[in-house]
């Protein structure tokens, strides 16, 4: 009898074993976080409206901490310059720029970016605090928006 005791003990303590394995592949097997970006004109006055238009969508996905960022655009009055991620202290107000997108260099085309964010990024995502902004030649501050939101 105490001969099968001590088999037990050692199945029980291999399948143990095995089970601890394993935790760290779920754990680490997050699945990937879909975010929709529409992406719209931000006019701050009556006279930008002729400068500030146009309109896209993009989709970032999060796996793990590695955010990938692929969209389009279109109609603006002027040739895009530039696209940043830009993070605010809360959704819907201006903040600063902190990562940059590659952009089509017209008044149609793509956005894109592919980056590994820090812990302290991914929550601001997490919290609806980022957003791309699109430049244009016309209106350098700012021709279209788009917010990270779930």
């Known amino acids: 009898m105490h001969h099968l005791h001590k088999r037990s003990i050692g199945i029980l303590a291999g399948m143990l074993a095995a089970m601890l394995l394993l935790i760290p592949l779920f754990a680490g097997a997050q699945t990937p976080e879909t975010y929709k ?4 004109p931000v006019p701050r ?9 146009g309109g896209g969508t993009a989709t970032a996905t999060l796996s793990a901490n590695k955010l990938t960022i692929t969209g389009t655009f279109d109609g603006l009055p002027s040739s895009a310059t530039s696209a940043k991620i830009h993070r605010s202290l809360t959704t819907g107000v201006r903040g600063s720029p902190f990562l940059d997108l590659t952009v089509t260099k017209a008044a149609k085309g793509t956005i894109a970016g592919s980056f590994d964010l820090t ?10 605090k980022l957003y791309i902004q699109i ?5 350098p501050d700012g021709t279209l928006w788009g917010w990270l939101l779930k």
């Open 37 to 40: 970006i529409r992406i719209a």
């Open 45 to 53: 006055d009556v006279a930008m409206q002729k400068t500030v238009a």
């Open 135 to 139: 430049n244009s030649e016309k209106a």
């Open 119 to 128: 812990t302290e990024q991914v929550q601001y995502l997490k919290q609806g």
